[in-house]
């Protein structure tokens, strides 16, 4: 290739380059009238679910028959937590972050990236937390970088990591200072659901309504899944709220049908963090 030529082709690359990017705001200012993302996005389950976000893989994994209702036996005292502040500072915390936010040092380059599990701890069972710590993430469908610890620690470890967790997420300790990350706060979980809706409504993912009553019944449905008897993943937990908000009449049936469906189609597009 000649001098010319290749300036040719730089230039074509750098026109392709220029129209794409003037391409995606109109695109993306333009809402849809309906997702694009949310119907062709595998809703089966089994293979093919590596391309799913990491939180939606997250949030339909169905819990193995050998952990499903397993509840923990080391209770939360504060021996329990001290050595749980060890393990978590020593191996969880340059993925996971001190403050159990999903922001360690590590975290940067991995993709699904580490949850922000001092809050997602809050939500969900014990059986659930035992097997994702116990299992890693190297199968179908996390296919993350979550380390499976079951050689590493013992039962009792793992129970004490959890507790751990927990209650950095609770606020009931605060987090150890080792290795870089934020502590969990309210305020910047609202903060970032605020950007979540808006976002969602302005790639036409849901509606302005929809985004108004999934902000109105969030925390709601999400004190609802924080109870003594936790077990079951993140999607089993959110039925079991919604349907007890319903039971009790706080919601209507289609207020929680409408709730179910606007969180699933935020995940399916990745808009929730
Ligand atoms: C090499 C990085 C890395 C290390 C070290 C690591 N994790 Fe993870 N972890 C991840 C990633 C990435 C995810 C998200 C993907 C997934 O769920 O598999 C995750 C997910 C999890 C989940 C599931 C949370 C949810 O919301 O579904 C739990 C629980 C968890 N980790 C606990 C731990 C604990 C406890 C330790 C330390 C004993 C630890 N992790 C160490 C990367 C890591």
Redesign the pocket.
């Known amino acids: 290739m000649n001098k010319k030529t290749s300036l040719l082709a730089l230039l074509g690359v750098i026109l392709l380059l220029a129209a794409c990017g003037t391409a995606e705001p109109s695109d993306t200012a333009e809402p849809a009238a309906e997702s694009t993302t949310s119907q062709d996005s595998g809703s089966g389950m089994g293979m093919g679910m590596g391309n799913m976000g990491?939180m939606m893989?997250?949030h339909h994994a169905q819990i193995p028959a050998d952990y499903a209702g397993m509840r923990s036996p080391v209770e939360a005292d504060e021996a329990s937590l001290a050595r749980g502040a060890e393990?978590?500072t020593a191996?969880?915390a340059?993925?996971?972050g001190d403050g159990g936010m999903?922001d360690?040092p590590?975290?940067a380059g991995?993709d699904?990236?580490?949850?922000?599990?001092a809050h997602?701890?809050q939500m969900?069972g014990d059986d659930?937390?035992f097997w994702?710590?116990s299992e890693?993430?190297g199968m179908e469908p996390?296919n993350?970088?979550?380390?499976s610890?079951k050689a590493v620690?013992d039962e009792d470890a793992?129970w004490d990591?959890?507790n751990y967790?927990r209650a950095i997420g609770s606020g009931q300790v605060m987090p150890m200072e080792q290795m870089g990350g934020a502590a969990y706060s309210p305020g910047s979980q609202a903060a970032q659901q605020e950007e979540m809706l808006t976002l969602g409504v302005e790639t036409g993912v849901i509606s302005e309504e929809e985004a108004a009553l999934f902000a109105e019944l969030h925390d709601t449905v999400e004190s609802g899944m924080h109870s003594d008897s936790m077990s079951g993943?993140?999607d089993d937990r959110m039925q079991d709220s919604l349907s007890q908000l319903v039971a009790d009449g706080s919601i209507s049936q289609e207020q929680a049908d409408a709730f179910s469906d606007i969180h699933d189609r935020l995940l399916e597009a990745e808009l929730m963090k």
């Open positions: 990491g893989a997250r393990i978590y191996q969880c340059t993925c996971h999903g360690g590590a975290a991995l699904p990236a580490p949850a922000a599990i997602t701890s969900l659930y937390l994702r710590v890693g993430g996390f993350s970088a979550m380390v610890w620690l793992r990591v959890i967790v993943g993140m």
